[in-house]
């Protein structure tokens, strides 16, 4: 018997009032550091086609990291396994925007999900591609089936007047060959992807391909094979909520994807897809209300992959 998602999304909706002003909004990106702490939205997109929603589930916000999970969709499905060649599988340890291991990994970032890792996509995406943000924002469009979806402009801009420690990392990955545009044209591009905006209506349905072993569920448009579907879950269990992986796969047990904006997509593979964003951040950059918004989701539900 399916859950009554709409009492326990209300459910969770009262639990986390206390939560929303204990975490800290993004303050590296200025225009970030503009949002009010105190937005909350959570859905639920069935691969049946129901929805559930609460609070500011049609609230528009910044994707952030969340869009690394989009690009690197797009590039596996023309690049497929060479993609690896570039990038690593394994949890990095480290902040998602380090330096430090690139050093003696000779500009192989450790995974797709951390800054390295995705600029390493973004200039795959380049190579492809006449403007890979406009890719990814099309590809983005695709999946949630709603043209509306665009960059904010405005975040784009003030990322990309203080993406001073991507440029180092981008140059860095450049010396070792690892970069073949332009750094300054991949800058540009990653800053504009991560502005792209999405409501947790939006998000929990563009997700849906993946829960959907790769086939967008309402079209059956097949984005990735079976296999390649798992694989990227599995990178978003291990990976994909920057260096608390490990913790937040011990308390939510789904794989996801966060983003320093506020938001997290998280997946029931076969079952659901559930986005939730609250901007208020943990010390790992994690939505601190959205974290335990969906652990309780698990825990009413009974639904996780373990």
């Not at 459910?11 to 909004?25: D, F, N, S, T």
């Not at 003696?104 to 995406?125: K, S």
Request: with cysteine; net charge negative.
């Amino acid at each position: 018997m399916s859950p009554d998602y709409q009492h326990i999304l209300d459910a969770i909706h009262g639990e986390v009032q206390p939560l929303l002003q204990q975490g800290k909004v993004a303050s590296y990106i200025p225009e970030l550091s503009k949002v009010a702490p105190d937005h909350f939205g959570m859905a639920v997109f069935c691969l049946d086609g129901r929805t559930f929603s609460v609070g500011d589930a049609d609230v528009k916000f910044s994707l952030q990291s969340i869009t690394k999970l989009f690009a690197l969709a797009l590039a596996f499905s023309r690049e497929g396994d060479m993609l690896w060649k570039r990038v690593g599988r394994e949890p990095s340890g480290n902040p998602f925007n380090s330096l430090v291991q690139l050093e003696y990994e000779r500009g192989i970032p450790r995974n797709p999900f951390i800054n390295a890792g995705a600029l390493v996509i973004t200039d795959m995406l380049a190579t492809r591609f006449v403007q890979a943000d406009i890719a990814v924002l099309q590809f983005a469009r695709m999946l949630a089936d709603e043209l509306a979806i665009e960059f904010d402009s405005t975040v784009a801009l003030s990322e990309r007047k203080t993406a001073h420690r991507n440029s180092a990392i981008a140059h860095f990955m450049k010396d070792f060959d690892n970069l073949r545009n332009p750094v300054d044209l991949v800058i540009d591009s990653y800053c504009r992807q991560c502005s792209i905006t999405m409501s947790c209506n939006e998000l929990a349905k563009a997700g849906s391909f993946l829960a959907q072993h790769g086939t967008i569920p309402w079209s059956g448009v097949q984005i990735l094979d079976a296999s390649s579907a798992k694989r990227l879950n599995a990178l978003m269990l291990t990976c994909g909520t920057y260096d608390a992986a490990g913790d937040f796969a011990y308390r939510v047990g789904l794989p996801a994807k966060s983003g320093v904006g506020g938001g997290i997509l998280a997946l029931v593979p076969g079952d659901v897809s559930v986005a939730v964003w609250s901007p208020g951040l943990d010390q790992t950059g994690n939505s601190l209300a959205g974290t335990y918004a969906l652990e309780r989701f698990t825990t009413l539900t009974a639904r996780s992959i373990f």
